[in-house]
């Protein structure tokens, strides 16, 4: 994880527990070394920070085989489109709209490059970074039928919540030590 590594580092000292977070979520555990790495990837490509979706995909690079990034960056990909369009449907409440086809591609989802069942958790992991409680349970609800363990669709989670909170807390390290303007005045 070398180049997390570098990603840890760079985070600010008010950030000192996602720091100690990220490293720890990584390790291995109940996920596959594909399905914490392609959570990884997925959530860092959905959190939108750059410099953090580089770091990890060289270090996934260095765990996985291709396909896995591949299906990852797709999951961010067609869950950015479907958690749009699904929480519109879900907050809005009208069944007029949940009765009208949705009419969006969404192949990848079927026919993932590598596993159908690690696809579908990423796509997990992606939706509850995004917020889309209909997707939320949906993915979940068929990676769990699919025999993926309640103790591994939480370590996803995990993963996903301590990646997008890397993503927040590199955004802050250029603010967290400068002083603040009533400081500066003062």
């Given at each position: 994880m070398a180049?997390?590594?570098?990603?840890?580092?760079?985070?600010?000292?008010?950030?000192?527990?996602?720091?100690?977070n990220?490293?720890?979520?990584?390790?291995p555990?109940?996920?596959?070394?594909?399905?914490?790495w392609?959570?990884a990837?997925a959530?860092?490509?959905?959190?939108?920070n750059?410099?953090?979706?580089a770091?990890?995909?060289?270090d996934?690079?260095?765990?996985?085989?291709p396909?896995v990034?591949e299906?990852?960056?797709?999951?961010?990909?067609?869950?950015?489109?479907n958690?749009?369009?699904?929480?519109?449907?879900?907050?809005?409440?009208?069944?007029s709209?949940?009765?009208?086809?949705?009419?969006?591609r969404?192949?990848r989802?079927?026919?993932?490059?590598?596993?159908?069942?690690?696809f579908?958790?990423?796509a997990?992991?992606?939706?509850?970074?995004?917020?889309?409680?209909?997707?939320v349970?949906?993915?979940?609800?068929?990676?769990?039928?699919?025999g993926?363990?309640?103790?591994?669709v939480?370590?996803?989670?995990?993963i996903?919540?301590?990646?997008?909170?890397?993503?927040?807390?590199l955004e802050l390290?250029?603010?967290?030590?400068?002083?603040?303007?009533?400081?500066?005045?003062?």
């Amino acid at each position: 994880m070398a180049a997390l590594d570098a990603i840890r580092e760079a985070l600010p000292e008010p950030a000192r527990d996602i720091k100690l977070n990220l490293q720890a979520v990584l390790q291995p555990g109940p996920l596959t070394p594909a399905q914490r790495w392609g959570v990884a990837v997925a959530t860092a490509a959905a959190a939108r920070n750059e410099r953090l979706l580089a770091a990890i995909l060289a270090d996934a690079r260095a765990e996985v085989e291709p396909a896995v990034v591949e299906d990852a960056l797709a999951a961010a990909a067609v869950m950015a489109m479907n958690n749009v369009y699904y929480r519109f449907r879900h907050m809005v409440g009208k069944p007029s709209y949940s009765e009208k086809p949705a009419r969006l591609r969404m192949n990848r989802l079927v026919k993932p490059a590598a596993s159908k069942l690690d696809f579908e958790l990423f796509a997990l992991a992606v939706s509850a970074v995004n917020g889309c409680e209909t997707c939320v349970r949906s993915h979940e609800q068929v990676v769990v039928g699919g025999g993926v363990s309640e103790d591994q669709v939480h370590d996803a989670v995990r993963i996903a919540a301590v990646v997008h909170a890397a993503a927040v807390a590199l955004e802050l390290a250029g603010h967290a030590a400068a002083p603040s303007a009533a400081a500066a005045a003062g």
